[in-house]
């Protein structure tokens, strides 16, 4: 016969400086250990602290408690002068310890493993993890994945073999490697060490009301859209850039793709549905994703976009990218501006950024 056990009630756990007594009591001790695990706002001065802050203690009934400083701020309270200068300090130790990591990844042999740049860090795994995401916008694999591919093209160029490369790039097996070639290349190793060898690309030169525009695809998809005053120096870019592909123009299917691309740069509201064959590092990728979200009509500055793909602090980096864009239109780069609503930089043309905004705001089409 068995014996009927009493119930029992699970037990939920106490979390430390839980209530708003124990904080109280916390903040008026300056317990360093508190600091952590909540923050203090006043409401007389609109700043919020560390529990441990040196400032001259407040009234109980001119406090409201938080569980971190993002709750603090989206309540409207701002750091105090001593938190704020805190925070620079560990954003700037953040910000070397993950430039380290980055030349750390560059100059491995192969990728290293996420324990290993943690440790290096002095961080634990997840911790690095996010700082690293958060300070450059990729996952240390995605970079890694992307330095390697930088490496390999390096390589291809330089090695006495295609095998060679592959090695020298930080890949343990070449079986490893060309199941991920394409996505690496857009084309076979080979052929990209050939300058496009073995690749047939399609183009078409045609006009429009910015000027002469060029529009050639792969097997994979549209690989360049340009603009430009002279048709034929638009064909000669073409050509440097892949000087071994079979390059074949005038094909009158391929009129209606170009057809379908100027009638996207006349009336923006058509939008452009092709596949796009877009090739970059990872980041590059993440900002031009970023850039198509854009709506027509409307701009976003350097400084929104790297908020959006989640790099604050890579400004820079966006506008490095949004110049290495070769997909006019389809990658909308010239709807981006500097802080103000100021024009900068386009591949194609300041006047031709302009007339394109001008064209997208006043709803042609």
Known sequence: MSTLLPATTARVPVLPYGSEDVRWAAVQARDAKADGHFVYGVRTTGVYCRPSAASRLPRRENIEFFDSAEAAEAAGYRASQRLAADQTAASAQRARLVAQACRHIEQAESPPALEELAEGAGLSPWHFHRVFKAETGLTPKAYADAARARRLRDELLGSATVTDAIYDAGFNASSRFYEQSDALLGMSPRDWRGGGANTRIRFAVGQCSLGAILVAQSVRGICAISLGDDADQLVRDLQDRFPKAELTGSEPEFDELVASVVGFVEQPSLGLDLPLDVR????????WQALQ????????????????????????????????NLLAVAIPCHRVVRRGGDLSGYRWGIDRKRALLLREQSGCG
């Open 280 to 287: 970059g590092t990872a980041f590059q990728q993440r900002v």
């Open 293 to 324: 979200q854009i709506p027509a009509g409307e701009t976003a500055t350097y400084s929104e976009i790297a908020e959006r793909i989640g790099s604050p602090k890579a400004v820079r980096a966006v506008g490095q990218a949004c110049g290495a």
